[in-house]
């Protein structure tokens, strides 16, 4: 049988109270509380036994949640511009036949900062990379996983080889 108190298995359970809950629990954990046996409560006892077998076997989930263990390290996933936008960008514009006056009036931008935009010295804006990627139907992002440390001895120091190593 399964001990409602610490969860282990055990051949011989107790029926105990402890601060009004009735528990079926080891013989180490008998302890802990008060003998229900002998009280004569039989119908509190069926009532009050179902309740707090749901509670019990919550905590133990929550505890097997605790103890399970963890990586340091979590992947998470980043969208960035791709290193080719310039190009993308008069690709598509040249595509449509259409000018730098042209893009500039379409997305209400001047023209000076397409030129900027298609010959990489500016990178755009979120929303006038939003704006690119509607217009031109291209697509300017691309997703980037990145591997963060959570934990490690030189957080916010130097980076070292432990830092690197991902244990399994």
Known sequence: MLCEMCGKQSEFTKTISVEGTTLKVCKECSRFG??????????????????SRTVVAERLQAR???????????????????????QAIREARMARDWKQEDLAAKLNERVSVIA???????????????????????????????????????QGKVLTLGDMIKKK
Do not use: F, Q
């Open 64 to 86: 097997e949640r605790r103890m399970k263990t963890r990586s340091i390290y979590s992947e998470e996933e980043t969208t960035d511009l791709i290193p080719e936008y310039p």
């Open 116 to 154: 900027k935009l298609e010959n990489g010295s500016m990178r755009p804006s979120d929303t006038l990379l939003k704006k690119l990627e509607h217009e031109l139907g291209v697509k300017l992002t691309e997703k980037i996983s990145v591997v963060k440390s959570e934990g490690g001895r030189s």
């Open 34 to 51: 008060e003998s229900s046996e002998g009280k004569g409560g039989g119908s509190k006892k069926g009532t009050a036994a179902a309740p």
